[in-house]
């Protein structure tokens, strides 16, 4: 039994049905919402209007899992209790009535949902978090009711992103973030870049505002209010984050880690619990840089993770290695990504670290449509080792990510990525990639810091023996 | 001394200059051309109407050298001789005279020039190499003194980008290459779909046909003949390669290796040559992949192993690691990359291998944009190391090769990166990246190979002890 029906259990299903046939394996799906496999990224480019929804969302429906992988689907079916001794699980049915239902193994896949402020109005309506499909459908709806004026509390990826589908769809919006800079998924430097482009976007960004309660008429939002004012709104999107949704799990008894996530070993199983599985929002990952445990509730992983219990489930063997929280978004034109460690979670690991920025361009200078691109590496200071990347830049900017990411999960030194072969020619890059660019000088750095302070190294100073 | 005053002359110039004063480090360059610095691979966009040139393609100008980095410059003078136990070098200046010059240290970076065919009418009017901003400026009078009909020898980097350039001249261009399919750094199965996507943008492709003789008229070319018959034309582009341009180095008794190209130890010193160093298109490079010395001829490389024999030259220390053979190109819309091995080259070497073809899109497959991508990997049989990887696809497709790339040059196999963090969000990829996809693919070969032939690796088949 799989009890979640998006990415990380129909992957997980998916996967498992390749490997064991229906007359060795029975599988069924228990879905809260009324869709299957839909890409929740999406939501924001439904909303803004630049793709079709929901079907379009939507990569495989009941239909199909039902058809041609032998997968049941029961939706608008909700997990309501775990009994781990007797192998069950409790149902509240679409018709309201309860049912228990038993597994030989669970493969939990309740993903996450958004975290909401516990502040005076937030149970009014036109508050919508951008989690599910169903949170979708009720967004576009309201937009589509004619909203003049929208207020995103959150600067992270959602909420970015909804302030792009707001501008897009003509809705003053007003982005609202506690932090100094929007974007805290990137260092304050790089998040001031953001917040120039969305205020040159037309729109409002309020950041270092903290939110304090929502005004409202009737029943409806009609205001938020910060420390600063009240901002008057017609809806009000929350992009303040997610948590992992475990309820159920922890009610059972099953071990939770950082933010609450379910704690699996490397193959995906529940930690303790022989014939619990457990994948994506809801579940803890590692972080290969720091070495410490994180919540990553992101669809790449979901779907990675539900791959890899797919694949134990049926009898293979397969692991999920880790993280090193890669990300990538746009507002508008303006395209980000980050790899690896902030600055601030290097200084909490305890690393000393240099940082290189450095502005180029995404083609050849003289090339038409060169993008601006500014790359920001952090290193360890005396080995160099590369510990953390950012990007902010137009077209063509976003994806070097991938690169720096594959450098940092081989743990390259910035004086050995000054060698990398990276493709030149100037339609896509200049003839020292961005990402060269920014290894020099970080590795400058390293090398300028190694002579300016020895003393600081494992080595001791010269002549102090 | 530098003999050559382009990007790899230049950037050791440059970045001995950085490191050593002019009071104590004297530097003259020597130039054959007209132009220092410049961008060759910006020649074809410039001939086809997408840049200004040729200025614009020149990074820094002889003033500019000798202003901001008190470097000489001599433009239009070329040297003649070598004498290494003197350290003169022998040169023909501008009014033709010949003179020698002392050096305490040289740099060769003498380049590379087109291969030229030793065909009756090779030596006609209106036959084109494309090396040098010289190059670009005569090929460019040609096609504004009306050229209607333009052929291209090579189907290489220079030969599509040079077709592309034709196209949008309006002029009707024929590409003959040898090989059975275009873009011959590619694998044929590859190569087809440049041949296909080519032949869509209107450009005749005579792939598999010879050139046999050029036909001519008042002693302008006025025709190719290939094996199947006569392509009347008014312009040829050779873009059937280069080779290192080292005869003054060879008659001086330097080391030449693959191809005709310099010899050099890591740090770009000339073998055996004490005070003899260089860099770029003339020079050897080390194959990470293949281990074996090749020859690369690419701007990239050139500007980095210049940096190198810089900071050596000027009292640091820098190594040039190698190369893993990547690289990038255009014909119009279609992008074209590759890294590390061909299938033959793969072969050459003795591995045996296994591939993973896979198409997608660069972006989710419901968001506007989303471009046709196709993806080849090989892997080494049984390890899964990956060897090489292919990419023809739209925009958003090519740039894809660095995290490849990455993954090559750190020895990863196809089942390691399958689990890599790579960068998702619907504008940027699909939910599985088309790496991964191809990774998963080409893990999954490996994997069924050895279970399909145990025999075939070095563990005993079971029950054969």
């Given at each position: 039994m799989v009890i979640g029906g998006d990415a990380a259990g129909m992957a997980a299903a998916s996967q498992a049905r390749r490997r064991r046939a229906p007359d060795d394996l029975e599988i069924v799906a228990i879905e809260r919402g009324g869709y299957t496999s839909y890409s929740a990224c999406g939501i924001p480019y439904w909303i803004g209007g630049d793709v079709e929804g929901p079907d379009a969302l939507v990569a495989r429906t009941p239909e199909v899992f039902e058809r041609d992988f032998s997968i049941g689907v029961r939706l608008h079916t909700e997990a309501t209790g775990l009994d781990l001794d007797r192998c069950e699980v409790h149902l509240r049915t679409p018709d309201g009535s309860s049912e228990k239902l038993g597994y030989d193994s669970l493969v939990i896949a309740t993903g996450s949902v958004p975290v909401r402020l516990d502040l005076p109005g937030a149970d009014a309506a036109g508050i919508f978090g951008v989690q599910t499909l169903d949170d979708g459908v009720a967004v576009r709806a309201a937009v589509q009711a004619g909203a003049r004026r929208a207020v995103v509390i959150g600067g992270g990826y959602i909420g970015v992103e909804m302030a792009e589908a707001m501008v897009n769809r003509n809705i003053d919006v007003t982005l609202v973030e506690q932090a100094p800079e929007p974007m805290a998924t990137l260092d304050p430097d790089m998040g001031r870049l953001v917040r120039e482009a969305m205020t040159g976007m037309g729109i409002t960004v309020r950041s270092g505002e903290q939110v304090l309660a929502f005004e409202t008429s009737d029943g409806r939002v009609s205001g938020v209010r910060t420390g600063r004012g009240v901002v008057e709104t017609d809806l009000v999107v929350l992009g303040i984050g997610v948590r992992p949704n475990t309820g159920l799990a922890a009610d059972a008894g099953l071990p939770l880690g950082v933010a609450g996530a379910l704690r699996v070993d490397v193959r995906g199983r529940v930690l303790g619990a022989e014939n619990v599985w457990a994948a994506g929002d809801c579940v803890e990952s590692f972080d290969l840089v720091s070495r410490r445990p994180v919540h990553v509730p992101l669809g790449t992983h979901a779907n990675k993770q539900g791959r890899v219990v797919g694949i134990n489930l049926g009898g293979g063997y397969a692991t999920f290695?880790?993280?090193?929280?890669t990300a990538v978004s746009k507002v508008c034109a303006l395209e980000i990504a980050r790899t690896g460690l902030l600055e601030r979670d290097a200084s909490a690991i305890g690393y000393r670290f240099l940082t290189a920025t450095v502005k180029s361009t995404t083609r050849a200078g003289y090339f038409p449509g060169a993008q601006p691109i500014v790359t920001k590496l952090i290193a360890e200071k005396r080995s160099g080792r590369l510990l953390g990347a950012q990007i902010v830049g137009n077209e063509g900017a976003a994806k070097r990510i991938d690169a720096l990411a594959v450098a940092l999960w081989n743990g390259m030194s910035v004086e050995q990525m000054t060698g990398l072969d990276l493709s030149y020619a100037p339609p896509f890059a200049p003839v020292w990639d961005p990402v060269l660019i920014a290894a020099r000088k970080a590795a400058e750095a390293v090398e300028a810091d190694l002579v300016a302070d020895p003393g600081a190294g494992q080595a001791p100073s010269p002549g102090t023996e």
């Open positions: 290695p880790g993280v090193v929280r």
